[in-house]
């Protein structure tokens, strides 16, 4: 059912709709995966957490609520899913995703300023830096960023210029 | 940031002030280079790989078919209704309830039978739950457990991992409560788990609790009424302790509660119930000692309240809270 609108969805999931539960989990994958992505830096990661979204929706579908927008209350979820993920892990899927970028990036001509830029990148501040990516690599326009975080546009405006700012004290050293 | 507005496009006024500006000085010159330079090659950063959406949404499905039976709480009759209602398609909708009625009755007999039931709760939320046998479980934030639907004939056995309040109905099976390292058996009777970090305290309530190390039988510890043991890593159940209030339950109100609570665990208990992030500066904070109830006190109040008490300071910078030795004195 891909042409149904959110709230329609959201009414059927209630009524444990499978179907409209599949089309919501079609529709949010792929935001809510480089979302993760952004934030924890793991591709492997960010599949479990979307996961784990998709299960909390599922699990507590009779406390849906169609008036609110679904997609804020994804991204909500997603928020605090991550927090708990980065705290457990911390430490071991940074590095290990880390190295396995800078791999791909080595076949590039300009491998040399951007295996430093991503070096530089992953000191930034998570909030920054996610921000970074998700507008730089994936294309997403700052609205659309905005409503991910439910902050306004000129915050995502300022946290780009902000890890600019960084970057270039960083890579001008 | 001018240059960065470069980028997007700007208005002409701004551009002749930026090309002042680059004027100005060779270094200037060289940082709207750098700028430019970093805005175009971060296009060029790895994406991220595109998991295969199509195997990832059979995961969940799978996950869908083994908890149907659980939070719904709908009758097969509900479900019919929820198709013929919704389902825009008619023709398949009753060819599909047929299959999903055989199907759904004996895949919930399967799984009513053998199915594990997890249940996990983000920091800040708690929340309580009922067993089949009717006892209630009360779970604090940032915890787990994980039981069969239908416990089996002579052995009720859960497993958690975190902090619940047990009530316990008696019903001839004992009731066992697996941690990570310990193991609890009880009949019929009240009491509060804390398993976190190769630790597990009991604290029991009513009724009568034996405890002991998940890696050996002996020795047990027999626990009754007002008295609370621990069990740390894999060593035998300290002897019974007296406690003179059940203060420590506070939790389940809302309160948090430390008593003698090293400032280590009341940082990640105040991550736990606040949701945030709470970092210790200095090794030597680890150990100190804190006796407190908080009730109702936001976040900040609460770390006010504990630097004032322990004479310590603290930040809040990029949404964590640092605590660190006083600098006065």
Same mark, same amino acid.
């Given at each position: 059912?891909?042409?149904?609108?959110?709230?329609?969805?959201?009414?059927?999931?209630?009524?444990?709709?499978?179907?409209?539960?599949?089309?919501?989990?079609?529709?949010?994958?792929?935001?809510?995966?480089?979302?993760?992505?952004?934030?924890?830096?793991?591709?492997?990661?960010?599949?479990?957490?979307?996961?784990?979204?998709?299960?909390?929706?599922?699990?507590?579908?009779?406390?849906?609520?169609?008036?609110?927008?679904?997609?804020?209350?994804?991204?909500?979820?997603?928020?605090?899913?991550?927090?708990?993920?980065?705290?457990?892990?911390?430490?071991?899927?940074?590095?290990?995703?880390?190295?396995?970028?800078?791999?791909?990036?080595?076949?590039?001509?300009?491998?040399?300023?951007?295996?430093?830029?991503?070096?530089?990148?992953?000191?930034?501040?998570?909030?920054?830096?996610?921000?970074?990516?998700?507008?730089?690599?994936?294309?997403?326009?700052?609205?659309?960023?905005?409503?991910?975080?439910?902050?306004?546009?000129?915050?995502?405006?300022?946290?780009?210029?902000?890890?600019?700012?960084?970057?270039?004290?960083?890579?001008?050293? | 940031?001018?240059?960065?507005?470069?980028?997007?496009?700007?208005?002409?006024?701004? *551009?002749?002030?930026?090309?002042?500006?680059?004027?100005?000085?060779?270094?200037?010159?060289?940082?709207?280079?750098?700028?430019?330079?970093?805005?175009?090659?971060?296009?060029?950063?790895?994406?991220?790989?595109?998991?295969?959406?199509?195997?990832?949404?059979?995961?969940?499905?799978?996950?869908?078919?083994?908890?149907?039976?659980?939070?719904?709480?709908?009758?097969?009759?509900?479900?019919? *209704?929820?198709?013929?209602?919704?389902?825009?398609?008619?023709?398949?909708?009753?060819?599909?309830?047929?299959?999903?009625?055989?199907?759904?009755?004996?895949?919930?007999?399967?799984? !009513?039978?053998?199915?594990?039931?997890?249940?996990?709760?983000?920091?800040?939320?708690?929340?309580?739950?009922?067993? &089949?046998?009717?006892?209630?479980?009360?779970?604090?934030?940032?915890?787990?457990?994980?039981?069969?639907?239908?416990?089996?004939?002579?052995?009720?056995?859960?497993?958690?991992?975190?902090?619940?309040?047990?009530?316990?109905?008696?019903?001839?099976?004992?009731?066992?409560?697996?941690?990570?390292?310990? &193991?609890?058996?009880?009949?019929?009777?009240?009491?509060?788990?804390?398993?976190?970090?190769?630790?597990?305290?009991?604290?029991?309530?009513?009724?009568?609790?034996?405890?002991?190390?998940?890696?050996?039988?002996?020795? *047990?510890?027999?626990?009754?009424?007002? !008295?609370?043991?621990?069990?740390?890593?894999?060593?035998?159940?300290?002897?019974?302790?007296?406690?003179?209030?059940?203060?420590?339950?506070?939790?389940?109100?809302?309160?948090?509660?430390?008593?003698?609570?090293?400032?280590?665990?009341?940082?990640?208990?105040?991550?736990?119930?606040?949701?945030?992030?709470?970092?210790?500066?200095?090794?030597?904070?680890?150990?100190?000692?804190?006796?407190?109830?908080?009730?109702?006190?936001?976040?900040?109040?609460?770390?006010?309240?504990?630097?004032?008490?322990?004479?310590?300071?603290?930040?809040? *910078?990029?949404?964590?809270?640092?605590?660190?030795?006083?600098?006065?004195?």
């Amino acid at each position: 059912m891909p042409d149904f609108s959110d709230i329609q969805l959201i009414k059927a999931i209630k009524d444990s709709n499978v179907d409209a539960f599949e089309t919501l989990y079609y529709r949010y994958y792929k935001p809510l995966y480089f979302f993760a992505w952004s934030r924890t830096n793991s591709s492997e990661a960010s599949k479990e957490i979307v996961q784990e979204i998709f299960t909390r929706v599922w699990d507590t579908r009779n406390r849906l609520n169609s008036n609110k927008s679904i997609k804020s209350y994804l991204y909500r979820i997603a928020h605090n899913i991550i927090i708990d993920h980065s705290r457990k892990q911390k430490v071991h899927t940074k590095y290990v995703d880390s190295e396995r970028e800078k791999f791909k990036i080595a076949e590039d001509e300009n491998a040399e300023f951007l295996i430093k830029l991503n070096q530089a990148l992953q000191e930034l501040p998570e909030k920054y830096r996610s921000v970074f990516l998700l507008s730089r690599v994936q294309d997403y326009t700052y609205k659309e960023i905005a409503d991910m975080y439910s902050v306004s546009t000129k915050t995502v405006q300022n946290r780009i210029n902000k890890a600019l700012k960084i970057l270039r004290k960083e890579l001008s050293g | 940031m001018i240059r960065r507005k470069l980028i997007t496009g700007l208005l002409p006024k701004k *551009k002749q002030k930026l090309e002042q500006w680059l004027a100005a000085s060779d270094e200037h010159h060289r940082q709207e280079q750098l700028i430019s330079q970093i805005w175009d090659e971060s296009k060029k950063l790895p994406a991220p790989p595109i998991p295969n959406i199509d195997d990832q949404w059979r995961r969940m499905k799978d996950y869908i078919l083994q908890h149907n039976t659980a939070a719904g709480k709908q009758s097969i009759l509900g479900k019919m *209704k929820a198709f013929f209602g919704y389902q825009p398609s008619y023709r398949l909708a009753i060819g599909f309830t047929i299959i999903v009625l055989f199907v759904g009755i004996g895949s919930w007999y399967f799984l !009513q039978t053998l199915s594990m039931e997890k249940i996990t709760l983000a920091n800040a939320q708690r929340s309580e739950f009922s067993f &089949s046998d009717g006892s209630t479980v009360f779970l604090n934030s940032g915890s787990m457990i994980k039981f069969k639907r239908n416990f089996s004939d002579n052995e009720r056995k859960v497993y958690l991992d975190g902090e619940a309040f047990f009530d316990i109905v008696t019903d001839g099976r004992t009731f066992v409560i697996e941690t990570q390292n310990a &193991s609890i058996t009880v009949v019929g009777t009240a009491f509060n788990v804390w398993s976190r970090n190769e630790e597990t305290r009991i604290l029991v309530k009513t009724g009568t609790v034996e405890l002991k190390a998940k890696t050996a039988q002996e020795p *047990k510890v027999v626990l009754i009424r007002g !008295q609370q043991s621990h069990v740390s890593l894999k060593h035998a159940p300290t002897a019974p302790e007296e406690v003179t209030d059940f203060a420590v339950l506070g939790w389940m109100q809302g309160k948090i509660v430390f008593e003698n609570t090293s400032l280590k665990e009341v940082a990640a208990e105040l991550e736990r119930y606040y949701d945030t992030t709470i970092r210790l500066s200095d090794r030597q904070l680890y150990n100190r000692s804190l006796t407190a109830t908080f009730d109702g006190l936001s976040l900040e109040d609460a770390i006010k309240a504990i630097c004032i008490s322990l004479n310590i300071d603290y930040q809040f *910078k990029h949404n964590v809270y640092i605590l660190y030795p006083s600098k006065s004195r």
